[in-house]
């Protein structure tokens, strides 16, 4: 009789072995899915902000060509602008040269000087202002740069910290 006895308590230890095994299979397959819940909504999380770095980089790249080109062509202007300015600057010296030979034209031609010296101190100006624009610019591009080099150390940073994270689960259950 003991045997028999022995035999049902086996079968008795079995079936709870099977259905604490039960018991863990479901728990573990829980435990999982909630793992791959909270992974795939960081993967989710971490592409979104890929694409935001990527957004950002590109418009950061858009205005930095738009700051070169206005750059350029404000570089482009100053030249042009001295080059009237050394024409003119030019011709008023060759006014001054004839203006010493000719005495019967001196009226006209003071009247023409003060003429082109008004032109250039308008060109003067202008480069002046043109010269205050661009350094205006200037720091509002490099203030736009820095703000922007910040957020994306900060989105950076933040990938990296939800990559890490996502690394720590699988890591821990393994």
């Known amino acids: 009789m003991k045997k028999p006895l022995k035999k049902i308590a086996i079968k008795d230890d079995l079936a709870e072995l099977k259905q604490q095994m039960s018991k863990v299979k479901r728990e573990s397959s829980a435990k999982i899915r909630e793992f791959e819940t909270r992974i795939k909504t960081l993967e989710e999380d971490v592409q979104r902000k890929g694409e935001e770095v990527e957004r950002l980089e590109k418009e950061l790249h858009e205005k930095d060509q738009k700051y070169r080109k206005a750059r350029s ?34 009226q006209s031609s003071n009247e023409l000087l003060a003429k082109r010296e008004s032109e250039l101190d308008q060109l003067k100006e202008e480069v002046k202002y043109k010269n205050q624009q661009l350094a205006s610019k200037d720091i509002e591009m490099e203030s736009y740069k820095k703000t922007t080099e910040e957020r994306i150390f900060q989105l950076e940073a933040k990938t990296k910290e939800f990559e890490a994270k996502v690394g720590e689960p699988s890591t821990a259950s393994q």
């Open 73 to 106: 062509d404000l570089s482009q202007s100053k030249k042009e602008s001295s080059a009237k300015i050394e024409a003119l600057e030019e011709k008023v010296k060759k006014i001054n040269e004839e203006l010493e030979g000719k005495e019967k034209e001196l």
